[in-house]
């Protein structure tokens, strides 16, 4: 068997591992697989589990606990348009734990250090409007288009807003369950300087039971009644984005695509207010909407533990933005984690990172523990979204 060898931010990595774990489940302990995540890496993975698309039976509200992994199940990692892959297979004992090469594996919000959730920036001032005048973007700020005539979700955010108008993470409710879905994701470049993104658009993340259970905390403050459905992924981008000749206000839909087959949405509801701050979200900052579409506002730990690395310094790819340009984790060059103030409007800057086997000088966008938590403005221009 050929070993691919791909650069990581600390130096060689021979990805030649094909994940299976027992995700925590309510259905038997249904297999989910996950391909390492590399940062710079394409990545093709099938990832076969019991698909779940919609309201589970009424017991399955409480997780059961994880179960030692004993499966296995093969991915393809392939580092260049040259097609050059290898398939293994090994097993893992624990879903939450990263390993790097001549390492023992850690977790990766721990190992970035603590963060202040307690008092998290309010963004609903933040919140710009073409539609209402705000004819550019501002660092901090998202700069929406406009937002739909019949927007829903909620509006209070009194029970877990701190007296200078921050916001504690930690008291906001979360929606319960941890539901397993089949989620089919690749990612892949053609040779001829495209880069194909297919799927449908399920976690290989458990979920929250969607519609939100009426006999649950979170019911109270946001009755969102959407389950979730798997959708069509069909996207191209450039190998190499170009920048737009000026920034683009961001629209309604998927916002971008994460490692974990699902969508990325921005910062904001279709209310217009802050998302991660008012609306209920599940252990992964996910939930479902009219579009029946489940994706991501907010980076948890339980997200950044399933995506990022515990490699010094910059943090890894975690999907791609409409635009075509990656996002990353948290922390920046020096490895110290970032906020909106260190980034452009857009929510990014500018340096050498890790991309698809090597390193190049590429604007980048990263996710922020602060609004407007992923994007601002689109740096790049944008393709039409499959919802």
């Known amino acids: ?64 606990p994880p179960a030692a992994a004993s499966a296995t199940a093969s991915a393809t990692v392939t580092a260049s348009s040259t097609a050059t892959s290898v398939t293994t297979e090994t097993t893992v004992p624990t879903p939450t734990t990263t390993a790097t090469a001549g390492a023992e594996a850690c977790i990766p919000s721990k190992f970035q250090g603590p963060v202040d959730l307690t008092h998290l920036p309010m963004g609903d001032a933040l919140v710009l409007r073409r539609d209402q005048g705000d004819k550019q973007p501002a660092v901090g700020a998202l700069w929406l288009c406009g937002v739909p005539p019949n927007g829903r979700g909620n509006d209070d955010a009194s029970d877990w807003s701190n007296p200078d108008g921050s916001w504690d993470f930690h008291r906001k409710p979360t929606v319960d369950g941890r539901v397993p879905f089949v989620s089919v994701f690749q990612a892949v470049l053609d040779g001829m300087g495209h880069r194909l993104i297919t799927g449908n658009a399920l976690p290989s993340t458990p979920a929250g039971i969607f519609p939100i259970d009426p006999q649950s905390i979170a019911y109270r403050y946001d009755r969102n009644p959407s389950h979730i459905e798997p959708h ?39 209310l217009g207010n802050d998302a991660a701050a008012h609306e209920m979200l599940d252990a992964y900052g996910g939930q479902s909407d009219g579009t029946t579409t489940y994706h991501t506002h907010f980076l948890t730990d339980e997200l950044l533990d399933r ?71 689109f740096k790049g221009t944008p393709v039409k979204a499959w919802n």
Not at 10 to 32: D, Y
Not at 234 to 258: E, H, K, M, W
Not at 313 to 326: F, R, T, W
């Open 1 to 64: 068997m050929k070993l691919l060898k791909v650069g990581l931010p600390s130096g060689l990595l021979t990805i030649a591992l094909a994940l299976a774990i027992r995700a925590p489940s309510t259905s038997g302990g249904a297999l989910r697989t996950a391909a390492p995540r590399a940062e710079g890496v394409v990545v093709k993975c099938f990832i076969p589990m019991v698909l779940h698309g919609h309201l589970p039976e009424p017991d399955s509200a409480t997780p059961a």
């Open 232 to 270: 069509d992924v069909n996207l191209t981008f450039d190998a190499l984005p170009q920048a737009a000749a000026s920034p683009r206000c961001v629209t309604f839909g998927a916002t971008g695509i994460s490692l974990t087959g699902n969508a990325i949405y921005h910062g904001a509801s279709t």
């Open 307 to 377: 995506l990022d690395t515990c490699e010094p310094g910059h943090s890894a790819l975690m999907g791609y933005i409409m635009d075509g340009y990656g996002i990353y984790g948290p922390r920046g060059e020096d490895g110290k984690i970032l906020s909106s103030k260190d980034l452009d409007a857009c929510h990014g800057h500018t340096h050498p990172v890790l991309w698809d086997g090597k390193t190049e000088n590429l604007y980048h966008y990263h996710w922020t523990y602060d609004f407007p938590y992923n994007v601002g403005c």
